[in-house]
């Protein structure tokens, strides 16, 4: 196995304990974030679980066409702790570490920067597929947050 790092960033137009606050709340803000590459969620006190897809995105006919029953998933639960500006989701199952970093960029703004390390496949092409697959979702993680502080205006 091979350690692993994907990172991901965005800016948002909010100060950055706002932000932290919204990175925290497991109940209400993290659900409407996630992406469809998460299943199962559910919030156990300071653990939280879910399953998430790590394969690239193909159409599903090619997995029933090529004999491959289901994606490839991992199933989660993770340890949370909060720092200052941090947030740390240690996986109890697998060495897997999400460090969700909240940095101010004056008074009203932030770079919110999410970081995965975790032991991966030693094939070169599994360890390109799922760091592709896990920045994909995370940067789209990201949008959705983005968008939950600035959501979109209806064009006209």
Do not use: I
Request: some cysteine; hydrophobic content about 35%; charged content about 30%.
């Amino acid at each position: 196995m091979t350690p692993l790092r994907v990172t991901a960033l965005t800016m948002v137009n909010k100060p950055a304990a706002e932000v932290h606050t919204a990175l925290l709340d497991y109940e209400q803000v993290r659900p409407a974030l996630l992406t469809e590459e998460f299943t199962d969620y559910q919030v156990h006190g300071t653990e939280v679980g879910w399953t998430l897809l790590v394969d690239e995105r193909r159409p599903k006919f090619l997995y029933r066409m090529f004999g491959a029953h289901k994606r490839p998933t991992w199933a989660c639960r993770a340890h949370v702790e909060a720092g200052e500006l941090s947030v740390v989701e240690r996986d109890t199952e697998r060495p897997l570490v999400t460090t969700w970093t909240v940095t101010p960029n004056g008074e009203t703004r932030c770079v919110v920067q999410v970081q995965l390390d975790w032991e991966g496949p030693d094939g070169t092409r599994a360890r390109l597929r799922e760091k592709l697959a896990l920045r994909k979702t995370y940067e789209t993680l990201l949008s959705n947050l983005h968008e939950h502080f600035e959501p979109k205006r209806p064009r006209k």
